[in-house]
């Protein structure tokens, strides 16, 4: 558990007991180990978390992330300094965020022909446009001109391909590729042949290819038509908070870092940020980091797990009598709703 900053503590904290006891009534023992990582100890000991933080993380089947982010610490620190070494360190090159509108949830496209969502995002999480080459990307000259470079590798790109091609065998059965090949004519075509040559393995799946501009623009207009989707690391960043908002809130989406060869734990956490606007107030929606504990579960093959806790929330979200956060449209507070949940799916 490394809780990390603002809400994302608060989120921890308030959901790690349920988790905890509704394995348990599964027969499944759950071990936690926390570790206060995060931007207090950066701003104390000028690090977010230890030098041998991936040594110790190696040892767990998981690693369950809050949220990193402060106001007096720059984002690219933070990001550098603990979430980049875990997904990079551990070849998490996998990210899968679903997005799905839950009955019982206002959504701007609510009641919109087209609006209907169930769809999840595959985005490349190690490398594209956020890789970090050695630092020269920073090189200016003489203060006039940035250059920044994207990489894309065939690892890193065939994991996610793969992996998205999979989730459109077990959903179905189709998968948009968005790229901007058009305009990125390197790196995204080198993409785009990927994408093809995988393809030739997965005979039953209908590929459709749509450029970012206008994935965005179906992402609100026609977000029904999409189920699987794989983007590169940037285009998935944008699409997935895109994703958030017409599902509801940002503080329901879970998110998932997945290092496909299981040689290393993978990383779940909710999509949101630190929220330094909420913290301390109690009433940080827990929602996102439940979902993602039902990814956790998935992923370590607890599927009945995962299914009653994703089913357990998305009951509770259909009732209008059960507490939900403001964010949501209700008074609640975090705990309210994980006690509520609690007695559902405990008593
Ligand atoms: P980041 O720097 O990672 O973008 P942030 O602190 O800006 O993080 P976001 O996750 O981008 O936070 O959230 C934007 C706003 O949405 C927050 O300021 C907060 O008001 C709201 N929000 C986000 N997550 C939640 C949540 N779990 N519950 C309630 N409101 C939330
Ligand atoms: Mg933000």
């Not at 965020?97 to 087209?114: A, I, K």
């Not at 490398?127 to 970090?132: I, L, M």
Request: hydrophobic share 40%; charged share 25%; with cysteine.
């Amino acid at each position: 558990m490394i809780p990390g900053d603002g809400i994302g503590i608060e989120v921890t904290e308030a959901t790690e007991p349920l988790l905890i006891e509704l394995a348990a009534a599964h027969d499944v023992e759950i071990e936690t180990t926390w570790f206060d990582w995060g931007s207090e100890r950066y701003l104390e000991e000028g690090a977010l978390m230890p030098d041998d933080g991936l040594e110790t993380l190696k040892e767990f089947d998981a690693i369950l992330l809050g949220a990193v982010g402060h106001p007096d610490v720059p984002d690219h620190v933070t990001l550098r300094n603990l979430r980049l070494p875990i997904t990079k360190g551990f070849n998490q090159h996998i990210c899968k965020r679903p997005s799905y509108l839950f009955d019982g949830v206002e959504s701007p496209l609510r009641g919109y022909e087209g609006g209907d969502i169930d769809l999840v995002v595959y985005r490349q999480n190690t490398e594209g446009e956020y890789a970090d080459v050695g630092g020269r990307e920073h090189q200016g000259f003489g203060n006039e001109v940035a250059v920044q470079s994207a990489v894309y590798t065939r690892e890193g790109t065939e994991a996610i391909v793969r992996a998205a091609f999979e989730a459109a065998t077990e959903r179905s059965g189709k998968l948009t590729n968005i790229t901007k090949s058009n305009a990125q004519a390197y790196g995204m075509v080198f993409w785009d042949e990927i994408v093809e040559e995988v393809s030739e393995e997965y005979p039953d799946i209908t590929v459709e290819r749509l450029l970012v501009d206008a994935g965005s623009m179906d992402f609100v207009r026609r977000p029904n038509e999409f189920d699987v989707v794989v983007a590169s690391n940037l285009f998935g960043d944008i699409l997935t908070d895109i994703g958030g908002i017409i599902s509801g809130s940002l503080g329901m989406a879970p998110s998932t870092n997945i290092n496909p060869s299981g040689e290393f734990p993978s990383m779940f956490e909710p999509v949101h940020g630190s929220a330094f606007d909420i913290m301390g107030e109690g009433i940080a929606n827990p929602v996102g980091m439940l979902l993602s504990m039902s990814l956790m579960f998935e992923h370590l093959e607890e599927d009945d797990l995962a299914e009653t806790l994703w089913d357990g929330v998305g009951a509770q979200l259909a009732d209008s009598d059960a507490p939900r956060t403001p964010d949501i449209g209700g008074s609640a507070t975090t705990l309210d709703v994980v006690g509520d949940l609690e007695e559902r799916l405990l008593e």
